[in-house]
Structures are given as structure tokens and as C-alpha cells.
């Protein structure tokens, strides 16, 4: 089977360096061979580690939530929960089991669409689901027949921050932004500076002009194009309802703090960070956060009201709150399911790595 590195590599050799959003594309998506298109372990023993393997409570409290903004939305039924980025379907099966079990008229009147547009990923997710539940419905892509007009809620967990990001540095002496590119050195791949992509920059961002007299040269940035489209297109089907997405990311200037100098991309090998980026291609996570203004605004733009952004902490917590007085859904919380909400909203956990953006129309 090819690695991506010969893809790459390949690439590299008919058009010279490629932006790192090429790259990482075909070290996470190539077909048959990226990262995420071949049976990765999570949790503990995994590559990374993530809100669903910490255990159904997160699945649960979502599910929560979902039920209270569908039955929000009127006329009642024929709902869809749209789930995009749902790897092996573990969180899909959390929350469906607990619609299933606490929400039954919700659960009866609910359409479950995953959009998925690798086959791969589709395999695992069918293998998890279909079975299960006859109301799970599967679609490459936003707009195709089915998910035009969405009635309901479509979100993301840890999607946007895995998109193809391009990794640009700024040039004090010039006061112009440029893009590292990655090319073959002979025996790696290597970093190469260039002039900005025709991709790059069309989304680059406007600074004041006392801003770009302060950065310091070399300061670092991603700028994801596609997070930004996925949002785009992701709002405009949405008809009626919410649209959400938890993720790694930062807002406002927050990226030009002066401890973010080297921007946020990582690659990650076993829950470690690796010190080369550019290593191994399909061998390794590669993440970069997200861009919550851009989002917002991008969701704005489409017609939507931004409704809140707040870390996962504050989030889930909130949720947790309402629930206990819910006695349809209340659940004994034992030692485990406790522990398990301990880990997800704990500062030092993942409490406040994440933070979660709500849109509405």
C-alpha cells in the first residue's frame, strides 16, 4: 500500500513545494493510506484522546441538549441531528441510545444524518450503527437530497481543528505575511518560505496597521480556508435550528499573544507532541486550532445569530445543571459517570482545551 509520503512526495516533484494544507490533506486523507483513513485506537492506549473515549457521559449530556433545542423547534417532528466528522461512530451511538432510552417521542421523530465522505470511515460507522438504528442515514456532503433545508442541529466535535490549515510567518522588514511550504530535501521533507498561495490569500487577515508595526518577524499563524467553507456550507443548509461545533481554537487576538509565536500546529504520536512536523506523513495527528472569529463570522454572513461561545467546561456544566432537574433523563451518577464528567470539564483535562460555538437561526 502507498503512503502518503510518496504522494507527497510524487507532488512535490511535478509542481515544486506545495503549501502545508496539501500536505496535510494527504497525510490525514489520502485515500486507502492517511491518518485518518485507517483504524486509529483512541483513549488512553490511542493516538490521542478525546471527549467520546473519555465515556457516554459527554454523548449523554449532548443528547441532552439536542432534545431541548428540538423540541424548541416548531411544528414538532421530522427532526434531523446532522453529525459531520463522526470517525467511528461512538458518539453517534452514545446519543442515540440515550434519545433512545430518555427521549422516546424525540428518538421516534428523528432522522440521524451522518455526513461522511470517506468510504473508509463510512465502513467503520455503518459496521457501529446500521444495525442498531433504522433512522441513521449516511451523505458525502451538505446539499445533496436530504440535507438542504435542515430542521434540528448539525455539529462537530474535533473536526474543524484536523482541516487542511496553511502556515504562513510574518516578515517584519517587508511587512508582508509569506507561507512556509513544504518540499523534498533528499532525505525528509523540509520547510521552504514562499510567496502567500492564490488560497492563502484570499483569507488573510486584515491587521491594523499598528498591529503589523509590533509583530515581531517570523510570528506565526494558521489560516484554514476549508473550516471556513465547511462552516459556510454547514450554515446555509441550516433551515431552522442550531449549528455547533467543539473544538481547539482561539478568538479574537487571542492568536497574536506573544507566547503563540510559533502559531499552533502540532502533530501528535502516541498523546505526545512530536518534535517534527513534518515526520512520518499518515503516521502522525496533525492539528491546528481553530479560528473562532472567522466562524462566527462566516455564520453570521449566512443569517445565523451567534448564541454563545464558551470553553467545554462551562459548557457541559451548564447542561449538567439543567439535567438534574430533569426527571426523565436523571441517571445515577456513580463513581465512574462522575469521574467521567470530572475529566471533561476539569481545567487541567479537557475543560478548557475545547470550547464550543453556537449558532441559531
Known sequence: MQRPASDIREEIARNGAVPFARFMELALYAPGCGYYERPREMGRRGDFF???????????????????????????????????????????????????????????????????????????????????????????????????????????????????AHRLCWDAAGKQWLEWRVDWGGSGFVWQKGPLSKEAASCLPDLPAEVEAVLPGEFVIELSPAATQWWKRAAASLECGKLLTLDYGLDGEEWLRPERVTGTLRAYAGQQVSGNILASPGEQDLTAHVNFSVLRQAGEGAGLRTEGLARQSKFLTEIFRRSLGDTAGSEEWTATRVRQ???LTHPEHLGDRFRALIQGR
Open 341 to 343: 464528567f470530572q475529566t
Open 50 to 164: 478525546t471527549s467520546v473515549s473519555v465515556g457516554p457521559v459527554f454523548g449523554g449530556l449532548l443528547a441532552f441538549q439536542f432534545a431541548q433545542w428540538l423540541e424548541s423547534i416548531a411544528p414538532p417532528g421530522h427532526w434531523q441531528l446532522v453529525e459531520a466528522g463522526a470517525h467511528d461512530g461512538q458518539l453517534a451511538l452514545d446519543i442515540l441510545r440515550w434519545l433512545r432510552q430518555h427521549r422516546p417521542r424525540i428518538f421516534a421523530g428523528l432522522e440521524y444524518w451522518v455526513v461522511e465522505p470517506s468510504p473508509v470511515r463510512r465502513a467503520w460507522q455503518e459496521a457501529k450503527l446500521e444495525k442498531q438504528f433504522a433512522n441513521v442515514r449516511w451523505t458525502s456532503g451538505f446539499g445533496e437530497p436530504g440535507l438542504s433545508r435542515v430542521r434540528g442541529v448539525i455539529f462537530s466535535n474535533e473536526l474543524l481543528d484536523a482541516m487542511p
